[in-house]
């Protein structure tokens, strides 16, 4: 069908602008709804999914070894595609509790399918030292890292933390605290 313009005898100083007709199906890029509401190709940067772990009041996390130890606090995340990013964001507090020396290292470790936790490879640490005090003290600790996926297998994430001084107790998470662990799947 042509488009024809519709003129309005009621009108007479203005020409009326009201357009009738249809276009061809094969003239129009986007021909569904699926087509139109999805990203373009090439472009990435959609959050897909989030999950969550939160904990209020959660008391200390604290270990005494000098090597990654986890903390039990876990999220796990079953990518929806192949080539998607996993952004995880920990953050918390820590504290040194009336003198102790509580130098903290933390790192993300991820644990893919059925396989064992490891360090992940695009991951920040975090070392927070404290010099003996004699009062308690507390500072906001946060670290996290970035995982490009491969497949589609669940992935665990989990912090670890290490005291950086044999014999003294590194504590995460004072009492009265929280700490909050995010993971994101961002559309690659």
């Known amino acids: 069908m042509a488009i024809t313009r519709i003129t309005s005898p009621a009108i007479t100083s203005v020409?009326?602008?009201?357009?009738?007709?249809?276009?061809?199906?094969?003239?129009?890029?986007?021909?569904?709804?699926?087509?139109?509401?999805?990203?373009?190709?090439?472009?990435?940067?959609?959050?897909?999914?989030?999950v969550r772990t939160?904990?209020?009041?959660?008391?200390?996390?604290?270990t005494t070894s000098?090597?990654?130890?986890?903390?039990?606090?876990?999220?796990?995340?079953?990518?929806?595609?192949?080539?998607?990013?996993?952004?995880?964001?920990?953050?918390?507090?820590?504290?040194?509790?009336?003198?102790?020396?509580?130098?903290?290292?933390?790192?993300?470790?991820q644990k893919i399918g059925s396989g064992s936790f490891a360090p992940m490879a695009n991951a920040g640490f975090y070392q927070l030292a404290f010099t003996r005090y004699s009062q308690s003290i507390y500072a906001p600790l946060a670290f996290?890292?970035?995982?490009?996926?491969?497949?589609?297998?669940?992935?665990?994430?989990?912090?670890?933390?290490?005291s950086e001084i044999s014999g003294e107790a590194a504590r995460l998470v004072h009492t009265g605290g929280s700490y909050s662990l995010t993971v994101m799947e961002i559309a690659g």
Do not use: R
């Not at 249809?22 to 021909?31: Q, R």
């Not at 939160?54 to 604290?62: E, K, Q």
């Open 66 to 109: 000098t090597s990654f130890t986890a903390t039990g606090v876990q999220a796990t995340i079953t990518p929806t595609a192949s080539s998607n990013l996993i952004l995880v964001d920990f953050t918390c507090s820590m504290s040194a509790i009336d003198g102790s020396g509580n130098d903290l290292t933390g790192k993300m470790y």
């Open 15 to 50: 020409a009326s602008t009201t357009i009738t007709g249809t276009l061809p199906a094969a003239n129009i890029n986007n021909t569904s709804i699926g087509n139109v509401t999805a990203l373009p190709a090439g472009v990435g940067g959609k959050v897909l999914q989030v």
């Open 54 to 62: 939160y904990n209020a009041d959660s008391g200390h996390i604290l």
């Open 144 to 162: 996290g890292g970035s995982y490009t996926t491969t497949n589609t297998d669940t992935l665990i994430f989990e912090p670890y933390i290490k």
